[in-house]
């Protein structure tokens, strides 16, 4: 019924729940899917004035309603569910409007293994369709989605329970055309239009309707009959007295949702910011008419200047099966970078093929590695990549550090998840991990693909062989490879278990591996890398070859003589040495290079 209708009709479509209740409440920081039990009048009053302004559809107050989300039991979350519904059927009741369930995203786990987080993920996606199927659902809007991940496997399971359920999907886009994940727009259109069981897509959340109309017009994987939804934010809000406001422009919001109308777009409303004046306005404008078929209009197509791919020593030589050097200098507390620059001009003229720089290890804050990457290649005439850590940084962040990269004529990125943050730094200093290396190296391809595809960025990833399960590590090896990574930088090799082991990695996949050799300086140094720095292991014997009573010369020559005997045992099952340099003595690294090169 609901689908035969959107043949020939538009439908208005309720506007913001979340940020409306704030509005009229005050209680920004609570989630109003907690009054569904606490304030069903409230919830109930919102969804009449919706209905009352015009919206023939109304989507039940259970955005966030998920054990993740609320930190809540499921049982507890199912109660919420169903007031939530029965709220929404009552305030529907004998008014011709339908009643949409209402489900956002889940959020994403970073911790434990990606396997049992996506079977946890599933799971609830799962319990949360039960729920509402339980209590006669026959409308899904799954809205605020960044990927199509799950959305396959749940709508059809939906499906299956009840076949005539009408599924519709939205996503959250940016001003230039890209979900929070970083995906294009365009590639959502392409993935959800191949999952039988969704009937309708679309666009909510993040922009407001000028940059949903653009999005829309330029679409060009949009197709005649496909039901197409938009529900833009009010605008772009702003923060008073530490509360987060938005515009009240109902009248020009209203404006340009006739002109979202005209595309051919069936399902209308408003997400964030929006309020029942907004839907109020836009049902004036649109007078619930019947609307045309989705244009086929010719695409214009932008004169493309043929672009000159930056050169790239690395990719080139590993492609041609060349042994490559890469040299890791630790960027500096302060603003200090001669000494930086000093080794990396030393590092050039030794034949050392590229620099890499660390992102604030330790979760200590250094010089920026992108920008620091860019002026050592700059100034010392030397291929730099800057390792990049989730940690810092959220999806913005990373994708304008990867655009900065670019336009520097950076082409090596080590994409890594990133050291944890001290307990006693926790107070002050506080983790972003808005993703992991595994979905940062996702962003990556896709930008790779859709801004870079003619001179895109060479993807590294961390391979850690010092841990007692080394076919685990192997296994997370491979999905990164998956994901885009090209070659890998082993955490630093001591142990004769682990070079035993290289073999068998490079047997794994057709992935390049730069074999990591960290000189040791002292006993003092050994001792603290092997006792505090996680990831790295070093061999009883390897250490009684130093001393407290060395000297700095006796101990570098220690060093040394290891460091050599090291590296030849790793050379022939490694395509390359990666030097992680000791207090930037780039010294020990290069005597060590004329004796085993």
């Known amino acids: 019924m609901f689908k035969a209708y959107l043949q020939k009709h538009s439908v208005l479509v309720d506007g913001a729940m979340g940020t409306y209740y704030a509005a009229l409440t005050g209680r920004d920081t609570v989630f109003a899917e907690l009054a569904n039990l606490t304030e069903p009048a409230q919830i109930q009053a919102i969804h009449c004035q919706y209905i009352e302004a015009g919206a023939r559809l109304i989507r039940t107050n259970t955005f966030s ?308 990457a860019a002026k050592i290649q700059r100034e010392a005439g030397i291929a730099t990549m800057p390792h990049i850590c989730c940690r810092d940084k959220n999806v913005n962040a990373l994708k304008s550090s990867l655009l900065a990269g670019h336009i520097e004529n950076l082409r090596n990125v080590l994409a890594v998840t990133g050291d944890a943050i001290a307990s006693a730094d926790k107070n002050e200093i506080k983790s972003v991990f808005n993703r992991t290396s595994l979905s940062f190296m996702e962003l990556i391809a896709e930008m790779n693909r859709e801004l870079f595809k003619e001179d895109p960025f060479y993807v590294g990833g961390a391979l850690n062989l010092n841990v007692a399960n080394k076919r685990v590590e192997l296994g997370r090896m491979a999905k990164k490879a998956e994901r885009g990574a090209a070659f890998f930088l082993t955490q630093p090799i001591f142990a004769d278990e682990v070079i035993a082991f290289l073999p068998e990695v490079k047997r794994a996949g057709a992935t390049k591996i730069l074999g990591g050799i960290m000189p040791l300086v002292s006993y003092r140094n050994a001792m603290f890398l092997n006792n505090e720095i996680p990831g790295i292991s070093i061999p009883e014997e390897h250490i009684r070859r130093f001393t407290p009573a060395m000297d700095r010369a006796q101990a570098e020559t220690a060093g040394i003589q290891l460091a050599m005997e090291l590296a030849r045992k790793i050379k022939p099952f490694v395509d390359g040495f990666y030097f992680i340099t000791p207090f930037n003595r780039v010294d020990m690294v290069l005597n060590i290079l004329r004796q085993v090169m």
């Open 65 to 372: 309603a998920n054990s993740f989300s609320l930190q809540l039991p499921q049982e507890e979350v199912k109660e919420i569910i169903k007031a939530g519904y029965h709220i929404a059927r009552q305030a529907a009741a004998g008014k011709n409007v339908w009643v949409a369930a209402d489900i956002g995203p889940v959020p994403e786990i970073v911790s434990g293994t990606a396997e049992g987080d996506r079977s946890r993920i599933l799971a609830e996606y799962l319990f949360l369709a039960d729920t509402f199927l339980a209590e006669g659902a026959d409308l899904f809007v799954f809205e605020t989605f960044s990927s199509t991940d799950y959305l396959a496997e749940v709508a059809a399971y939906i499906k299956r329970q009840r076949p005539e359920a009408f599924i519709w999907t939205q996503f959250a886009t940016t001003p230039d055309g890209f979900t929070r994940r970083g995906i294009s727009n365009e590639r959502i259109v392409r993935e959800v239009k191949q999952i039988a069981a969704i009937d309708a897509y679309g666009f909510n959340c993040g922009v407001g309707p000028t940059h949903l109309y653009n999005a829309l017009k330029n679409l060009t994987g949009r197709d005649r009959g496909d039901i197409v939804s938009v529900l833009p934010n009010a605008g772009y809000p702003e923060i008073v007295n530490e509360r987060t406001v938005y515009a009240q422009n109902p009248d020009y919001f209203a404006e340009v949702m006739e002109q979202i109308s005209a595309l051919g777009v069936r399902i209308l409303g408003g997400c964030c910011g929006t309020t029942p004046e907004h839907i109020r306005k836009t049902a004036q404008r649109l007078n619930q008419s019947a609307v045309s078929p989705v244009e086929d209009r010719p695409v214009s197509v932008r004169e493309v200047l043929p672009v000159k791919a930056a050169p790239n020593r690395l990719r080139d030589k590993l492609s041609r099966g060349e042994f490559v050097v890469a040299v890791e200098l630790d960027p500096p507390f302060d603003t200090s970078v001669d000494k930086i620059l000093h080794n990396a001009h030393l590092c050039r003229e030794a034949g050392v093929d590229l620099i890499t720089v660390a992102d604030s290890p330790m979760a200590k804050a250094r010089v920026d590695s992108v920008m620091l």
